[in-house]
């Protein structure tokens, strides 16, 4: 099962507003993953972590590996309609499989 | 397109049945990775490949379900004897171990959808 707690489970939003999601562990981790899913389609990376306290960006996302090292969040600011999708989490202790939280559903509306 | 690939998309078999997927990685991508994802979950971990060596099974894996990367590079996933609780998106990642400098990234295949009837 999933060890990964992500929150919230969905949001709705309208255009232009900002969205923060993050994802808590019973576990350290040393990676923290950021993907987006659309329907019908495998994850699609958007942010790699890799350092307690890290912050790293990709256009108008922003992630944060939690200085606890169980913990990130994952930011997007200006939101626009192509945002819409599911994200999720995921985390590695030291090399192999990763485990992932059960989603934030982003809905946007314009 | 040098991306994961994975065949058939999608595939509906009756209960009692085989059904076989494949996987095709990224060419030089020496990790491959199973996993299955049912709605409204995240990815469940089944399986890992390293080169052709299988290094971890989930123990949640059925002796129903074996996986195979035979020299490498593509890799099959079997069930035999299909259960209507196998309906579920399976997903196939890649990644290159030990890049320097670079640190494990898994990419992700489209999936095959498998509906059990």
Not at chain 1, 79 to 99: E, H, M, N, T
Not at chain 2, 19 to 34: A, G, K, M
Not at chain 2, 43 to 71: G, I, V
Not at chain 2, 72 to 93: H, K, N, V
């Amino acid at each position: 099962g999933q060890q990964l707690n992500q929150s919230p489970q969905s949001m709705f939003i309208q255009e232009g507003e900002d969205v923060s999601m993050n994802c808590t562990s019973s576990s350290i981790f040393n990676t923290w993953l950021w993907y987006k899913q659309d329907p019908g389609e495998g994850p699609v990376l958007l942010i790699a972590l890799y350092k307690a306290g890290e912050l790293t960006s990709n256009g108008r996302l922003t992630a944060q590996f939690g200085i606890t090292r169980k913990d990130s969040f994952l930011n997007i600011s200006a939101s626009i309609p192509s945002d819409v999708g599911i994200y999720f989490c995921a985390g590695r202790y030291s090399w192999g499989k990763l485990q992932f939280g059960a989603g934030t559903q982003v809905v946007v509306t314009p | 397109d040098t991306g994961v690939s994975q065949n058939p998309r999608h595939k509906i078999t009756k209960r009692g049945q085989n059904v076989t997927f494949r996987c095709d990685p990224i060419s030089e991508h020496n990790r491959l990775y199973w996993y299955r994802q049912t709605l409204g979950q995240g990815p469940e971990f089944l399986t890992y490949f390293q080169n052709e060596a299988q290094l971890e099974k989930s123990r949640l894996l059925s002796d129903r379900f074996s996986a195979e990367r035979p020299k490498g590079s593509f890799s099959t996933l079997e069930i035999q004897r299909t259960e209507q609780g196998d309906s579920a998106m399976y997903l196939c990642a890649s990644s290159l171990k030990d890049s320097p400098g670079e640190p494990e990234k898994l990419f992700f295949g489209s999936g095959t959808q498998l509906s059990v009837l």
